[in-house]
């Protein structure tokens, strides 16, 4: 029986090449383009499925600040989507790894940059902490920090994740 890719293969393929579309279009390629909005969307949702791995239209995020730091938290929109929640688990608990050893892949995957705070948190990392929380419906990165400095790349790094996200939270 002959091999065939799987579904997350093929998105993977659809992602990768999508990325030379992206650059293209971002550089002033695509302008004249009647669907250039629609493209533009399309490749970010692809760079949010091949960064996250979760559809974006199931969940909703919430990017919190707080005076020690702050928090990532995505849920399922529905209480019973296992696989979603499932999906989004596994991520945070990604997120919070990497976030640990100062890897922001991930966010800069996402949203095509650096995020605005990622360098400070870098090479601030060892006096910044980020703790995973599974919730019944998702889950959560709580990130804490003592040193002013961290908390005010945190700031900066989740503020720019409401303003993209648009999740509508508190930005102070």
């Not at 093929?10 to 650059?23: F, G, H, K, R, W």
């Not at 399309?42 to 707080?66: D, K, N, P």
């Not at 990165?141 to 720019?160: G, N, Q, T």
């Amino acid at each position: 029986m002959k091999d065939t890719p799987g579904l997350g293969t093929m998105l993977l393929a659809a992602d990768v090449m999508l990325v030379p579309l992206v650059a293209w279009a971002s550089e002033g390629g695509m302008e004249d383009c009647p669907m250039h909005a629609q493209h533009m969307a399309s490749a970010q949702a692809a760079r949010e499925r091949g960064g996250m791995g979760f559809s974006q239209e199931r969940t909703t995020h919430h990017f919190l600040l707080a005076p020690d730091g702050g928090s990532i938290q995505v849920t399922a929109n529905a209480a019973d989507d296992r696989p979603t929640i499932d999906q989004v688990r596994r991520h945070l608990e990604r997120i919070a790894r990497a976030f640990q050893t100062g890897d922001f892949t991930t966010p800069e995957i996402v949203h095509g940059e650096t995020p605005p705070g990622v360098p400070a948190m870098r090479q601030l990392r060892t006096q910044i902490s980020y703790a995973y929380q599974s919730r019944p419906d998702g889950a959560v990165v709580v990130i804490h920090s003592r040193k002013p400095e961290a908390v005010d790349a945190v700031h900066e790094f989740l503020r720019f994740q409401i303003r993209e996200h648009r999740t509508g939270d508190p930005v102070r």
